[in-house]
C-alpha cells in the first residue's frame, strides 16, 4: 500500500513503540538500564527525519519488567533521557515516552493493546487527533493498539511472528522514513 494517500503533514502525530523498533529487542529478557540499550542502525537519524515532518512524536512501550521487579522505573526514565538525548543529538526529537509497568493482566493493566497510553497522551497534548496518527510499532499488540484508535499502522518486520496485517510493513525505521519523505 502506498502511503501517498494517507496525506500526512504536519499536524500529524507519529506514535512509536521502543524495543525492536527503536532499539534492538531482547527476546526473553528486559533492558534494565542505559548500557544495555543500543539503538538499531539509523534509527536516531530517522527519527530526526520523522520528528521533523511530524507535529507530535511519543514513544508507547510496555514494561512489565519493572512490574516483575527487574528494574525500577528510576531505570527506566534514566534509559529514555539516553535515548530522547541521543535523538536530540541528531536533531529529532520525542515529545514525551509513555510507558506501562504493570504485569499483563493487572487489574490497572494499561499495556497496549489497550489505549491508555495514547489516551493519556491525548488528554495532555490535545490537538492529538487519532485519525490523523501513524503508530510504528513490530507486534501484533502494536499493531492492534493503533487499529483500535483510527490510526495508519507501520509494522517493523522482526522475528515476532505476525498474526495481524498492519497498514504498511517495513524493515526499518529508516525505510519508513525513506518512504514518508518521498512520497511528501
Same mark, same amino acid.
Given at each position: #500500500? =502506498?502511503?501517498k494517500g494517507w496525506n500526512v503533514d504536519g499536524t500529524w502525530t507519529l506514535f512509536l513503540d521502543r524495543d525492536g523498533v527503536i532499539n534492538k529487542r531482547v527476546f526473553g529478557g528486559y533492558i534494565t538500564q542505559v548500557t544495555e540499550f543500543h539503538f538499531l542502525e539509523g534509527a536516531r537519524d530517522a527519527i530526526a527525519t520523522l520528528s521533523n515532518i511530524f507535529h507530535l512524536t511519543f514513544v508507547v512501550t510496555n514494561q512489565q519488567g519493572i512490574g516483575k521487579g527487574l528494574m525500577t522505573e528510576r531505570n527506566l526514565l534514566e534509559i529514555h533521557?539516553? #535515548?530522547c538525548d541521543q535523538i536530540h543529538m541528531k536533531g529529532g526529537r520525542i515529545n514525551k515516552c509513555y510507558f506501562a509497568p504493570n504485569l499483563r493482566?493487572?487489574?490497572d493493566d494499561m499495556r497496549k493493546p489497550k489505549s491508555d497510553m495514547?489516551?493519556?497522551a491525548q488528554m495532555e497534548f490535545p490537538q492529538v487527533e487519532f485519525k490523523r496518527c501513524v503508530m510504528v510499532g513490530d507486534t501484533d499488540s502494536d499493531i492492534v493498539f493503533g487499529r483500535n484508535l483510527g490510526m495508519k499502522t507501520v509494522r517493523i518486520k522482526t522475528e515476532e511472528p505476525i498474526g495481524v496485517d498492519a497498514?504498511?510493513?517495513v524493515? =526499518?525505521?529508516v525505510e519508513f522514513s525513506k518512504l514518508l519523505k518521498n512520497e511528501m
Open positions: #500500500m =502506498s502511503i533521557a539516553y #535515548m493482566g493487572a487489574d495514547a489516551e493519556l497498514d504498511l510493513t524493515s =526499518s525505521l
